[in-house]
């Protein structure tokens, strides 16, 4: 008899804090577009996350819908993959109490995300921002995930997923799978344009420091343009050039061409030249996504239905786990 291999699970989420940066896509989003093939993916527009940090009601309605479309936009098939908003599925928030339960205040006290956060956030370091660890835990473990598709920035609640997994199984049996993390073979870590020490974010105050996958033509290659570089001239790959090693790790990710062939490229050309190239070649990148975006955007109806799918696909994948963790806890399930 033919033996059937299931494919591993895959589970990985975005916030929607504001349209997603070019960092978020040539870090994560083109991988979980190409992770659909080889494996049973589950990808969340994590919403309850983002209230951690205080936002604006009507702008966090559009930038769901806005995150969702693009996901699709980018290539994520919602028949063949699960693609969901986390508050669409009850459960997650209710594993999160569970697992909160299970889960030691000094484990959550040595989170950097949290000290780094409620540095930033004096006025509102709220008990979201500090369970915050756990949520994503209840996110990973409802779908019994083998892999999770991790930045640097997120290993520290990865382990601690894995800590509160093993934590319940070793008490109630084998509940949850003990997730991995998943570091792709080509994972683009993007930088600010305006200070390549630090990461582009989506949330950067400063317009200039990141590129919205959503930004037009003129203002790709304008932000481009006053990219923070160095005194020297020659494109290089070398240590102390942050800037310039940024824009060739993203000329290098839109176009695939190796640094080699970039450093040859721009040889005895200046920093302007290569920086209009850097603008060029993204705008290219983007403009098909842009495309289809703007189909999507349209078509409300389809983009509804996409999303109903999701969470009845999310929720049938996660009621199996939940009902079993309330069994092993005592509760009584009806
Ligand atoms: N600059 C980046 N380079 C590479 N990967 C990145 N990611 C984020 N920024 C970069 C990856 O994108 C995925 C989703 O990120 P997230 O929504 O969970 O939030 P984040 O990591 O906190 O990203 P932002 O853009 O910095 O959001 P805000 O400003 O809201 O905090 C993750 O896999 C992340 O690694």
């Given at each position: 008899m033919e033996e059937v291999i299931s494919k591993k699970r895959i589970f990985s989420g975005i916030q929607p804090t504001n349209t997603p940066t070019l960092g978020n896509y040539l870090g994560a989003l083109i991988n979980w577009v190409k992770l659909q093939d080889d494996y049973e993916c589950t990808y969340s527009i994590v919403d309850l996350h983002s209230i951690t940090v205080r936002q604006d009601p009507a702008k966090l309605k559009k930038q769901i819908l806005e995150s969702y479309s693009l996901l699709l936009a980018m290539g994520v098939d919602p028949e063949k993959s699960t693609a969901f908003v986390q508050s669409h599925n009850c459960q997650h928030a209710e594993l999160a109490w569970i697992l909160s339960c299970y889960t030691q205040f000094g484990e959550l006290s040595r989170m950097t995300q949290f000290k780094d956060k409620s540095a930033k956030h004096p006025e509102n370091i709220n008990a979201g921002l500090f369970t915050y660890p756990v949520l994503m835990a209840a996110d990973i473990l409802l779908y019994q995930a083998d892999l999770v598709p991790v930045g640097q920035d997120q290993k520290q609640h990865l382990e601690l997923s894995r800590d509160i997994a093993v934590r319940f199984n070793n008490i109630y049996g084998d509940v949850f799978k003990v997730p991995d993390p998943y570091i792709p073979k080509t994972a683009a870590k993007i930088a600010s344009?305006?200070?390549?020490?630090k990461k582009m974010s989506k949330s950067d105050e400063n317009p200039n420091a990141s590129i919205s996958v959503l930004d037009d033509r003129d203002t790709i290659i304008r932000k481009f343009k006053r990219a923070v570089t160095d005194s020297d001239t020659v494109v290089k790959y070398a240590e102390g050039k942050d800037g310039i090693n940024n824009l060739m790790s993203i000329y290098s990710a839109v176009t695939g061409k190796t640094y080699e062939e970039i450093e040859k490229e721009f040889d005895g050309k200046g920093y302007g030249d290569f920086k209009l190239a850097v603008g060029e070649a993204t705008a290219d990148r983007l403009a098909p996504i842009q495309a289809e975006y703007a189909r999507l955007a349209a078509d409300k109806k389809y983009i509804e239905e996409c999303m109903k799918l999701g969470a009845e696909k999310a929720f049938k994948t996660t009621r199996k786990t939940l009902q079993k963790v309330y069994k092993k806890v005592g509760f009584i399930v009806i």
């Open positions: 344009l305006q200070d390549p020490t």
